[in-house]
Structures are given as C-alpha cells and as structure tokens.
C-alpha cells in the first residue's frame, strides 16, 4: 500500500540494510532519499544505490554541519519516513582493548547520529500527515539480553540508541507532535558490518520490516520492535 505522494529519507543507503531497504520502498512507488557519506561517494556501492532510482544526498551522521547542510538544500517537501539506519560496528575487545575513542566513535555513529539527524530533519517530518521516525536498533542494545560481554562498544551504543527511540518518542507525546518513533531490529543478516554472517535472509526481514514500518501507530509509540513488528523489551 503505497503513495506516489510519500516520501522516505534512509540513511547509509548505499549498502547492506539501508540500499534493501531502499529497494523495497522504491518498489512500493515511494520517492526515496538515500543518504551516503562524502568519503563513500566514489564507491561502487554509491552506483548501485542510484540504479535503484533513490536520490542521493551526502551527509556523515556524526558531522552536525553535513546534515544541517543536506537539510537546507531538503527545501520545502514533507517527510513522511525518516529510517536512521547508518550504524557501525566495532571489532569485539576485551575491556583491556577498548578505547575511550573506541566508545565515543560507535556512540556518535549509533546514537547520536540518529537523534541528531531526526533533530534536523523534524521541521520536514512535521509537515507529513503521519511522520515517522525509524530507529534501526538491534537486540545487541538489550541489557538483559546481553550473554557474553562482547562487542562492547556497540552494545553501548545501541542501548544509548534505545533510550533516544523512547525519550523522543515520549517528548514527541508530550508535545502533542503527530511524530511516531520507534525502533527496529532488523533480525542478523549477513552484510559488511556482520562480515557477512547471520542466520537471517535479507529478502525476508526486508518486506517484513517495511511491512511493520507502514503498520505501526501511535501505541507503539517510543516501542522497540523485531521485523515483524513484535514488541521487544528494552
Ligand atoms: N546486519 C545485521 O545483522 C544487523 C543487526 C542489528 C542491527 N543492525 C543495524 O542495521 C543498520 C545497517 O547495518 P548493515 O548491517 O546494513 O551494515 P552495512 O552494510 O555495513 O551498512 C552500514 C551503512 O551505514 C553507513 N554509515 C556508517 N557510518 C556512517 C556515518 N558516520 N554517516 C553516515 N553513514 C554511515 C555505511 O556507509 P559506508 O558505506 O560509507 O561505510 C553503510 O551505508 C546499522 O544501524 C546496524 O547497527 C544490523
């Protein structure tokens, strides 16, 4: 069920579960934005982003500038879905290993990017009649699930991630805004940040996850949620 009319902003479109995801939406007659950073903009992935018929804007998540510039050339148009998906990985560590610069590196990727981008861009997301803000979060942020210590770092980072979806979510509510946000674990699927590991087909969590995207109310509202929309603890 889509609309010509819609549009959807993803970020670090030009490979794995963002360049999918892009896919999938320009299949169901959405107008796509994929975002890429500048230092990527030569790369192959960049090519295939832009067959998919995605425009292409540049900005770095971690750079407050890039996206206040990407935002200023955005102009008048809605926003109806913005998906922070752009995320990173750290190889795991044992804590002896991990570096202050380690921490603070996937924390501005993972949880800062996201928030600071859904900042810029809300004034855009307030002109949708049903905006939304899409978190791609990941049961590695869980606490309670957290079995082995590893990948500390990232497991930071997306708890952090977590807190952002539920905060904004609520201040959203407070405020009286129409903007819905939530988080999304997308399943493990093989791509560059999982070295192409994971038990999880990327042509089946795709449609699910659009699927949950396109589904999602007010209710859900702050939640934290796997492909098929069922709700995760936090
Ligand atoms: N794959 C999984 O199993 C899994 C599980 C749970 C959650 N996730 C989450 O899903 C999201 C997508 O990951 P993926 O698996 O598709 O990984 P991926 O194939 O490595 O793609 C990551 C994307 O993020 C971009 N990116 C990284 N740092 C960025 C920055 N500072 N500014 C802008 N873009 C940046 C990358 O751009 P470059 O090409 O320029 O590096 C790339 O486009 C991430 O948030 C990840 O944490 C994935």
Redesign the pocket.
């Given at each position: 069920m889509g609309s010509a009319q819609q549009t959807v902003l993803i970020?670090?479109?030009?490979?794995?579960?963002?360049l999918s995801l892009c896919k999938e939406f320009i299949e169901r007659k959405y107008t796509v934005f994929g975002?890429?950073?500048h230092?990527?903009r030569d790369?192959p992935?960049v090519v295939e982003l832009r067959k998919t018929g995605a425009s292409v804007i540049e900005f770095?998540?971690?750079d407050e500038n890039t996206i206040a510039a990407a935002f200023d050339s955005w102009g008048d148009k809605p926003l109806d879905i913005l998906i922070n998906?752009?995320?990173?990985?750290t190889p795991h560590r044992m804590w002896y290993d991990v570096t202050a610069e380690a921490l603070i590196d996937k924390f501005r990727?993972?949880a800062m990017?996201p928030f600071i981008v859904s900042k810029i861009f809300m004034p855009a997301l307030e002109k949708s009649r049903s905006p939304k803000i899409i978190n791609?979060?990941?049961n590695?942020g869980q606490i309670a699930a957290n079995k082995d210590g590893k990948y500390m770092a990232y497991k930071v980072s997306?708890t952090a991630l977590n807190q952002v979806t539920m905060s904004l979510g609520m201040q959203m509510e407070m405020t009286k805004s129409k903007v819905i946000v939530v988080g999304i674990?997308?399943?493990?699927?093989p791509?560059?940040?999982?070295g192409m590991t994971?038990p999880d087909k990327m042509d089946v969590q795709i449609p699910k996850i659009v699927h949950t995207i396109l589904s999602i109310g007010a209710s859900q509202n702050g939640g934290f949620m796997d492909a098929e929309g069922k709700r995760m603890e936090f």
């Open positions: 970020t670090g479109a030009n490979r794995g579960i963002g975002s890429v950073r230092e990527s790369d992935s770095d998540v971690t998906n752009a995320g990173a990985l990727v993972n990017g791609i979060a990941s590695s997306k674990h997308p399943g493990w699927i791509t560059k940040l999982t994971g």
